[in-house]
């Protein structure tokens, strides 16, 4: 378990919920279970390549040590979800195709009690996670990518986020640390190793 706990810009954004995620991996999937704990939870995008960092919402950028480009999945709390491959927030982006996201498996248990958008306060733990297929990670197709092998990576480059850009106390928190005047998650410079095996 991880604690997403960095608070990089305290002074602008005090608000510090309680972050953690679990990682585990089998042959096919990078399976993350994100835990948060805060004051109040929001959802107005129910829908996927919507504005979910605008919501209560947790998410994980990576990329293997020897690409240029670096993949971000972000996840609110009711399951919705954007993804893309870039080299840059505005450099290169390929937002990852619908047949794609539906090969993430999601996992919200808020879906099942929240239908519509919401935004009231929480005091309890809430969960949501994401199955990310391997191949995904790898920049090829599905089919080339178990024509080579099936080749796991032993260790990626990442950070692990929470962020709530439109909540009444917006944060933006981080497992490793990000040296930067104001948040900003896209840089693959401030990623950190996490070995899978």
Request: proline share 6%; charged share 25%; net charge negative.
């Amino acid at each position: 378990m991880l604690n997403i706990a960095c608070n990089n810009w305290r002074e602008q954004y005090p608000a510090m919920p309680r972050v953690s995620v679990a990682i585990r991996n089998d042959a096919e999937y990078l399976r993350l279970r994100y835990k948060v704990k805060g004051k109040e939870l929001l959802a107005a995008s129910n829908e996927d390549h919507s504005k979910v960092w605008c919501d209560s919402c947790v998410e994980f950028f990576c990329r293997l040590p020897e690409q240029a480009f670096y993949l971000n999945f972000e996840i609110n709390c009711i399951g919705a979800m954007t993804a893309a491959r870039r080299e840059g927030r505005d450099k290169n982006v390929e937002i990852l195709s619908l047949d794609k996201m539906h090969r993430i498996l999601r996992y919200a248990p808020l879906a099942e009690r929240f239908t519509t958008p919401f935004h009231e306060a929480f005091e309890q733990e809430w969960e949501v996670g994401m199955d990310i297929p391997f191949y995904l990670l790898s920049g090829v197709s599905e089919k080339q990518w178990r024509k080579e092998g099936s080749v796991l990576p032993k260790t990626l480059l990442c950070n692990f986020y929470a962020c709530a850009d439109n909540a009444k106390e917006p944060y933006y928190l981080s497992w490793a640390p990000i040296a930067t005047p104001a948040p900003d998650f896209h840089r693959p410079e401030f990623f950190s190793a996490y070995h899978l095996w």
